[in-house]
């Protein structure tokens, strides 16, 4: 793959080469229908390539081996970024960087502008006495849809597009509602986010609209 279209990306840029099946289990977390398609993997109208081996500098020389799996839309996607998305997230759970648009970042470490948590995603909008019980602390309403409690901010907001994630919500959905989880302290709002998401009957999807199952899901390679 020329070395331009990888630096174009979205590209993930990882320190060991992942097996087709490996990449599968990440990419099937963004949409459970990705399916193998020859080497690559497909996700909606998005194809994720299979892993080529590439020069360090393509990351700056950060890693000292590099294998880059380049993410093209081959379609309509169901959101926007979709495919810059994928190519964070599974740089994100493998350990890499993600390049796009010439741009080198670190997943793991977002910047102070990006701080993007767990969101939980509902078939419909929680009322105030739906939701303020399961903070389990002292709320504040900054203004209508966002609050504060014990540090965190919560906003509960229109879900843009279809995450594919989020599926099984659906048939039961034509617009979806996002609470928006930000703050310091990732592992504390995995946990409140999936303590929403059983209290509401929503599914918690991280910043990059990566399906989250556990706490430890939201944070990055030990």
């Not at 009322?127 to 966002?146: I, K």
């Not at 965190?152 to 599926?167: T, Y």
Request: proline share 9%; aromatic share 4%.
């Amino acid at each position: 793959m020329a070395k331009r279209r990888l630096r174009t990306g979205p590209t993930a840029a990882l320190p060991a080469k992942p097996s087709q099946s490996e990449l599968l289990r990440i990419v099937r977390l963004a949409d459970p229908d990705a399916r193998a398609d020859g080497d690559d993997v497909l996700a909606v109208d998005v194809r994720v390539h299979a892993p080529v081996e590439a020069e360090p500098e393509l990351v700056g020389g950060e890693l000292e081996k590099v294998w880059a799996c380049r993410v093209t839309a081959e379609g309509p996607m169901p959101f926007d970024f979709f495919d810059r998305y994928l190519a964070e997230g599974i740089a994100f759970r493998l350990g890499g960087l993600a390049v796009c648009r010439g741009e080198v970042t670190d997943p793991a470490e977002p910047g102070e502008a990006d701080r993007g948590g767990p969101a939980v995603i509902l078939p419909v909008r929680p009322t105030d006495e739906e939701l303020l019980p399961l903070l389990d602390g002292e709320v504040e309403q900054e203004e209508e849809f966002v609050y504060t409690v014990d540090g965190v901010r919560v906003l509960v907001v229109p879900e843009k597009g279809r995450p594919p994630a989020a599926r099984e919500l659906l048939p039961f959905a034509t617009e979806l509602t996002a609470i928006e989880l930000r703050g310091d302290d990732p592992a504390r709002l995995g946990a409140l986010a999936l303590r929403l998401a059983d209290g509401l009957n929503g599914l918690v999807v991280d910043r990059w609209r990566f399906r989250v199952d556990a706490a430890e899901d939201v944070l990055p390679p030990a």
